[in-house]
């Protein structure tokens, strides 16, 4: 018998199947097979059975699985990027999530039912009215029995059925029914993303409190075609799904305003040229996002660098430091300011009009005057000052010393002192070692400066650590 088709199950019967395959992390066609097997070869006693008494008053809710194994159902839709679907399949059986696939119309134009099906180890779907699955509203199940619904990819079409509340196939009746979190992994040409229509559907499946990751920038399956619409690759969607799959996180900053600045200024020399340092701004950027994680109200003023906004931070770009303590002092007031960026100490004093050239006297004179010391700035003020002043102190000789110097010269609270000699590889690097030094209550002199050494961490790592002592120290002053 290739498959089963079972009509007219009372009620409890039906949510005794719902419950018991969703426990075994089965499909309910699958958990029927068992049980009769399980009856021809004779067993009085159903494995993991739950008597029917139990369940005829069951909330119509899905049971949550008695393994730690998450579920995911995962919506392809229909794209180039479908391919990627299947690396994505992959990358979650790698993180122990349990996965059915729901394949639309389109999307089987690209992929095969086959294929997820053999990477999933689980049936795949495709039909709303299909009778096997439907007998008893397979696509509430769909919804219902899993712990994530992602689309990927997530095409205009499904976006812009989902922001008006359309189900006309399986895909968009689950969308439809779901009471799970979904996270989107929007794919489709540039202009098509970018068109008014499609912009105001994102809009609206954000309110309506739909996760989403992407789409990236870079080239498109078109012919000289490129720009943002790219589906962000499995791996990256895949951790998001992680995340969204955690428990609820301790939001220690709940409430706080947060007020950071990161990676480099560059100071113009002329049209051309600039003064700049190698700062990638990765250190400020992993702050930031942990910060946000802690449940803070983040704005992240950030210099030229090569990184994504850490999702859910306002981030500010500017170019010179008078472009950044601008927009720093705009930012306030904030209950935390944390001063991570490598602001250029110097400017031209006359930036050239047009590009300076070479002449026969050499190269001409640059006269330098000095930028506004951002840091001592808010240090210093009498109103609007955060409670917690922050500064970096990037050094290549006597850390400590010069830390500890800069400390009471600036007047800020704490001091994240590391070495950036070229040796260590902490410019444009991932990791970094640094020392937190304190002041000892209002006392602002070197003598009175703690110092806490730590050891060599990731960037992310020393924002994370960074982020719980801020946290510690805000709950203990309140």
């Keep these: 018998m290739a498959s089963l088709t079972i009509r007219k199950l009372d009620e409890a019967v039906k949510v005794y199947l719902r419950l018991r395959s969703a ?26 059975a739950t008597p029917l008494s139990a369940v005829a008053h069951a909330e119509a809710a899905p049971s949550v699985s008695a393994s730690s194994e998450r579920s995911v159902t995962l919506i392809i839709g229909g794209g180039i990027a479908a391919f990627k679907s299947l690396e994505l399949i ?13 394949l639309t119309k389109a999307a089987q134009q690209f992929v095969t039912p086959l294929s997820a099906s053999a990477l999933s180890h689980e049936r795949v779907y495709t039909d709303l009215f299909n009778p096997e699955s439907e007998f008893d509203a397979g696509h509430i199940r769909l919804a219902r029995e899993c712990d994530l619904i992602i689309v990927a990819p997530a095409t205009a079409d499904l976006m812009a059925k989902m922001a008006h509340g359309h189900a006309d196939d399986l895909a968009t009746a689950i969308l439809l029914a779901a009471n799970r979190p979904i996270l989107l992994a929007p794919a489709m040409n540039p202009l098509m993303w970018n068109n008014a229509a499609t912009r105001r559907n994102v809009l609206q499946l954000r309110r309506d409190g739909i996760h989403m990751i992407g789409p990236n920038a870079g080239e498109m399956a078109e012919s000289n075609e490129a720009g943002i619409g790219r589906m962000s690759e499995a791996v990256e969607i895949a951790a998001a799904a992680v995340d969204i799959l955690r428990p609820p996180r301790p939001r220690p900053l709940a409430g ?14 002329d049209p051309v040229r600039y003064i700049a340092n190698r700062s990638s701004g990765k250190q400020g950027f992993a702050i930031a996002a942990a910060a946000q994680a802690a449940g803070a109200d983040v704005t992240l003023v950030s210099g030229p660098v090569d990184l994504r906004d850490p999702p859910g931070v306002t981030v500010i770009r500017v170019e010179s430091a008078r472009d950044m303590l601008h927009r720093v002092e705009a930012a306030l007031p904030a209950d935390i300011a944390i001063f991570a960026a490598a602001v250029a100490d110097w400017r031209v004093a006359n930036e050239g009009e047009q590009k ?47 830390a500890k110097a800069k400390i009471a010269r600036k ?23 640094v020392h937190l030094l304190t002041r000892d209550g209002e006392k602002i002199n070197v003598d009175s400066t703690k110092v806490e050494s730590w050891p060599v961490m990731t960037k992310e790592q020393v924002a994370a650590e ?8 805000m709950e203990k002053n309140s």
């Design 23 to 48: 426990g075994n992390g089965r499909s309910v066609e699958e958990e029927v097979r068992v049980i009769l097997g399980e009856l021809v070869q004779g067993r009085s006693e159903l494995s993991g």
């Design 90 to 102: 992959r990358r979650l059986k790698e993180r122990h999530i349990h996965i059915r696939c729901v």
């Design 256 to 269: 706080k305003r947060v007020l950071i600045t990161a990676g480099p200024t560059h100071e113009a020399i």
């Design 356 to 402: 300076l050239k070479k002449t026969s006297a050499g190269m001409p004179q640059l006269a330098l005057v000095e930028n506004p010391d951002i840091l001592a700035t808010i240090s210093k003020l009498k109103e609007n000052r955060p409670p917690l002043v922050i500064g970096f102190a990037a050094e290549t000789e006597h850390l400590i010393d010069n």
């Design 411 to 433: 007047g800020c609270d704490w001091i994240v002192a590391n070495d950036v000699s070229p040796a260590t590889g902490v410019m444009g690097g991932d990791r970094n070692t």
């Design 466 to 473: 960074l982020v719980a002592k801020i946290a510690q120290t």
